[in-house]
T-cell receptor
Framework: AQKVTQAQTEISVVEKEDVTLDCVYE???????LFWYKQPPSGELVFLIR??????QNEISGRYSWNFQKSTSSFNFTITASQVVDSAVYFC??????????????FGKGTKLSVKP | DGGITQSPKYLFRKEGQNVTLSCEQN?????MYWYRQDPGQGLRLIYY???????QKGDIAEGYSVSREKKESFPLTVTSAQKNPTAFYLC????????????FGNGTRLTVT
């Protein structure tokens, strides 16, 4: 069965600190996609990144970086030099490429990040 | 600006009443979805639709109903059969391509007393 675990329920950091949000997934499929979404206090989820299971290259986008390791079934998200605007709930999600219902992402329970000035 | 509009943002109902949540998108997306979010929980799929006049049950469809009469609109009705309807409801849409990112609305917070 597919499963996404975000073990960190809440994280609090001081501005300018680096922070890593953990995501561990379970799937029997060899082909799948992983996602990260950000949910600010306004409520909508904002897409951050999608990574397919064949691409293990790490990715950097500004202060954001993602570390995908198939060997440990992890897709961790690091924010460098955090800012107050990074405060949000962050969700990791998993979906199969060919199977299942489209949009049936399996979401983790989210990690609430609070960045204090 | 293209996007997804959910209305209202807050909704209050008495137990036993049906209530309909609105979701409209102008992104020309074929696929639309409804998710439910409970405190400290991830999102769970209620219903989704890939084409007008067709929709499929998600993981927690019991007590909910939907319609897809227009491409732009995908309203969700929370019926009195839903035992625990108080939650945050999120509508999303995407292009009809497996695993394309979802675009979400701002959500509707439903409180049933």
């Amino acid at each position: 069965a597919q499963k996404v675990t975000q073990a960190q329920t809440e994280i609090s950091v001081v501005e300018k600190e680096d922070v890593t949000l953990d995501c561990v997934y379970e799937t029997r499929d060899t082909t799948y996609y992983l996602f990260w979404y950000k949910q600010p206090p306004s409520g909508e989820l904002v897409f951050l990144i999608r990574r397919n299971s064949f691409d293990e290259q790490n990715e950097i986008s500004g202060r954001y970086s993602w570390n995908f390791q198939k060997s440990t079934s992890s897709f961790n998200f690091t924010i460098t030099a955090s800012q107050v605007v990074d405060s949000a709930v962050y969700f990791c999600a998993l979906s199969e490429i060919d199977g299942g219902s489209q949009g049936n992402l399996i979401f983790g329970k989210g990690t609430k990040l609070s960045v204090k000035p | 600006d293209g996007g997804i509009t959910q209305s209202p943002k807050y909704l209050f109902r008495k137990e036993g009443q049906n209530v309909t949540l609105s979701c409209e998108q102008n992104l020309n997306h074929d696929a639309m979805y409804w998710y439910r979010q409970d405190p400290g929980q991830g999102l769970r799929l209620i219903y989704y639709s890939q084409i007008v006049n067709d929709f499929q049950k998600g993981d927690i469809a019991e007590g909910y109903s939907v319609s897809r009469e227009k491409k732009e609109s995908f309203p969700l009705t929370v019926t009195s059969a839903q035992k625990n309807p108080t939650a945050f409801y999120l509508c999303a849409s995407s292009i009809l391509n497996s695993n394309s990112p979802l675009h979400f609305g701002n959500g509707t917070r439903l409180t049933v007393t």
